[in-house]
């Protein structure tokens, strides 16, 4: 069974989608989804642990020998992402049952979870599979059910804001496959680790820099870096609370994997950063989203547009740590991708409980909730501090490393801006304190939020200050990969 962990880790949730529906009943469709997403995320330890231990496990399916056969190929970079998107998933979950009820038609329940089992597997195959074409496959898995997903929210805005995303991501897809075609026509294999060898001979010809341009552009469109952001926003606002809180921690930081899968595993090191000048070009982009989420999110005044447009800013910390193109930068990209999840999916996950509770999420509505919800206000205030990057949480670390990185190349300017774009987090973390803590409560009360939200919202805030304080084993993994992808890197 050991050896079938990398296929078994897509098939299980793969299979139990059809049989949720089967199900057919809200309750005992959850209780399988959780415990199918649980099963996902025993697979994800046992293969981190694996790989750590052993090196790279390569699988082929059917037998059939890579590069003829398909390959799902795991090393620390998959088994850190495969570890992310299945513990999230399942303490997501924890919370489904209550906020669903609220924010989605109730015959639509069970549709729902079988929903989320898919896009949960294509998330998983994307990140597990080692061939090109497969990539593109799992990800119109994942993309055609979070469109589904999206306009599941009971507002009319929902069905818009998966429409946006549906055109959006509809180009970003086609782009992937036309880059992956161009690929296939100068090389003849769709295997990863074979386009990897068989590149180099090419690399200089017109059709392979027009695959390296749609492959980047596809991707960039996937992982909304600015600016090619312009659907994230709606999706995050108007989709139900608890599909916003898997996808803040895992959509995009799934395609921010393949950015740095296809740069730097199949198109290599060289010749993304040194033949194509993408170092200078991602530096300005990163730099420049940042300033422009921030000063947006500011001027805010729904919460979760607010923390929608945190989170492209957010992408831009990535993208800059991936642009420095050093085992240092590389280090903190991966290691805010760890920990960037960890924040959003708190705070989101939190927002369901205030949506839960008050109907809506917008600022005014926040007014006194500090003292009517003190353990729910409370965990989106450890998460603000985690945005902003103060000590003791998981994003002082990944700011710590990023600006190692830059200091380490002598890019202090770079420096000072990414600690200025920081105190613009504060400016917009405060606005929903000062409404929250400092403003009288009006209307009825309300209560604190069920022990249903509470207790996987506050797992996911102790983890935040956890890994803040012990960074053994993210900083460990998050090296390892690096220094793994630089070692392979051409």
Same mark, same amino acid.
Not at 42 to 71: D, R
């Given at each position: 069974?050991?050896?079938?962990?990398?296929?078994?880790?897509?098939?299980?949730?793969?299979?139990?989608?059809?049989?949720?529906?089967?199900?057919?009943?809200?309750?005992?469709?959850?209780?399988?989804?959780?415990?199918?997403?649980?099963?996902?995320?025993?697979?994800?330890?046992?293969?981190?642990?694996?790989?750590?231990?052993?090196?790279?496990?390569?699988?082929?399916?059917?037998?059939?020998?890579?590069?003829?056969?398909?390959?799902?190929?795991?090393?620390?970079?998959?088994?850190?992402?495969?570890?992310?998107?299945?513990?999230?998933?399942?303490?997501?979950?924890?919370?489904?049952?209550?906020?669903?009820d609220k924010e989605i038609v109730k015959g639509k329940h069970t549709y729902f979870y079988v929903?989320?089992?898919?896009?949960?597997?294509?998330?998983?195959?994307?990140?597990?599979?080692?061939?090109?074409?497969?990539?593109?496959?799992?990800?119109?898995?994942?993309?055609?059910?979070?469109?589904?997903?999206?306009?599941?929210?009971?507002?009319?805005?929902?069905?818009?804001?998966?429409?946006?995303?549906?055109?959006?991501?509809?180009?970003g897809a086609t782009f992937i496959l036309i880059g992956i075609g161009l690929m296939y026509q100068?090389?003849?294999?769709?295997?990863?680790?074979?386009?990897?060898?068989?590149?180099?001979?090419?690399?200089?010809?017109?059709?392979?820099?027009?695959?390296?341009? #749609?492959?980047?552009?596809?991707?960039?469109?996937?992982?909304?870096?600015?600016?090619?952001?312009?659907?994230?926003?709606?999706?995050?606002?108007?989709?139900?609370?608890?599909?916003?809180?898997?996808?803040?921690?895992?959509?995009?930081?799934?395609?921010?994997?393949?950015?740095?899968?296809?740069? #730097?595993?199949?198109?290599?090191?060289?010749?993304?950063?040194?033949?194509?000048?993408?170092?200078?070009?991602?530096?300005?982009?990163?730099?420049?989203?940042?300033?422009?989420?921030?000063?947006?999110?500011?001027?805010?005044?729904?919460?979760?547009?607010?923390?929608?447009?945190?989170?492209?800013?957010?992408?831009?910390?990535?993208?800059?740590?991936?642009?420095?193109?050093?085992?240092?930068?590389?280090?903190?990209?991966?290691?805010?991708?760890?920990?960037?999840?960890?924040?959003?999916?708190?705070? #989101?996950?939190?927002?369901?409980?205030?949506?839960?509770?008050?109907?809506?999420?917008?600022?005014?509505?926040?007014?006194?909730?500090?003292?009517?919800?003190?353990?729910?206000?409370?965990?989106?205030?450890?998460?603000?501090?985690?945005?902003?990057?103060?000590?003791?949480?998981?994003?002082?670390?990944?700011?710590?490393?990023?600006?190692?990185?830059?200091?380490?190349?002598?890019?202090?300017?770079?420096?000072?801006?990414?600690?200025?774009?920081?105190?613009?987090?504060?400016?917009?973390?405060?606005?929903?304190?000062?409404?929250?803590?400092?403003?009288?409560?009006?209307?009825?009360?309300?209560?604190?939020?069920?022990?249903?939200?509470?207790?996987?919202?506050?797992?996911?805030?102790?983890?935040?200050?956890?890994?803040?304080?012990?960074?053994?084993?993210?900083?460990?993994?998050?090296?390892?990969?690096?220094?793994?992808?630089?070692?392979?890197?051409?």
């Open positions: 069974m050991i050896a079938h962990l990398p296929i078994l880790q897509v098939v299980i949730p793969l299979m139990a989608a059809p049989i949720c529906l089967i199900l057919n009943r809200s309750k005992l469709a959850w209780l399988f989804a959780l415990i199918v997403s649980g099963v996902s995320c025993l697979v994800s330890i046992l293969l981190l642990q694996q790989v750590m231990t052993t090196g790279v496990i390569s699988y082929e399916l059917g037998g059939w020998q890579a590069p003829w056969g398909i390959e799902y190929r795991i090393d620390e970079l998959n088994a850190l992402m495969l570890l992310i998107i299945s513990a999230i998933s399942t303490i997501v979950l924890f919370a489904a049952p209550k906020s669903i929903l989320y089992l898919l896009s949960l597997t294509g998330m998983l195959g994307i990140v597990a599979t080692g061939d090109a074409f497969n990539v593109f496959v799992f990800l119109e898995i994942t993309s055609l059910s979070a469109y589904a997903l999206i306009a599941m929210g009971k507002k009319k805005q929902a069905v818009w804001a998966s429409f946006q995303y549906l055109v959006m991501g509809t180009i100068m090389t003849g294999t769709l295997n990863m680790q074979d386009l990897s060898q068989r590149l180099p001979e090419v690399a200089q010809t017109r059709t392979v820099f027009t695959a390296f341009a #749609f492959v980047i552009v596809g991707v960039c469109l996937k992982l909304a870096m600015f600016p090619l952001h312009l659907w994230l926003p709606n999706a995050y606002a108007y989709a139900p609370s608890i599909v916003t809180s898997f996808f803040s921690a895992t959509s995009t930081k799934v395609a921010i994997y393949l950015l740095i899968r296809f740069t #730097f595993s199949v198109f290599g090191l060289s010749f993304s950063f040194t033949t194509v000048p993408l170092q200078t070009l991602f530096m300005t982009l990163g730099l420049v989203g940042i300033f422009v989420a921030s000063i947006s999110a500011i001027y805010q005044h729904n919460i979760k547009h607010l923390f929608a447009y945190s989170s492209i800013a957010q992408i831009g910390y990535m993208i800059v740590g991936f642009s420095i193109s050093s085992v240092a930068g590389l280090t903190a990209t991966l290691l805010h991708l760890f920990n960037h999840a960890l924040m959003k999916s708190a705070i #989101f996950l939190a927002l369901a409980a205030v949506a839960y509770r008050v109907g809506n999420v917008r600022l005014d509505s926040l007014r006194g909730l500090g003292r009517q919800m003190p353990l729910t206000m409370a965990a989106i205030v450890i998460g603000g501090l985690s945005l902003i990057g103060v000590p003791l949480t998981v994003g002082f670390v990944s700011k710590w490393y990023l600006l190692s990185a830059l200091i380490e190349q002598g890019w202090w300017p770079v420096a000072v801006l990414i600690l200025l774009g920081s105190m613009l987090a504060v400016i917009y973390v405060w606005k929903v304190v000062e409404v929250a803590y400092f403003k009288e409560p009006v209307g009825t009360p309300v209560k604190e939020a069920p022990i249903g939200f509470l207790i996987p919202i506050w797992i996911l805030v102790l983890a935040n200050v956890y890994f803040g304080i012990d960074t053994r084993f993210s900083v460990q993994v998050a090296q390892a990969a690096a220094e793994s992808l630089f070692g392979g890197a051409l």
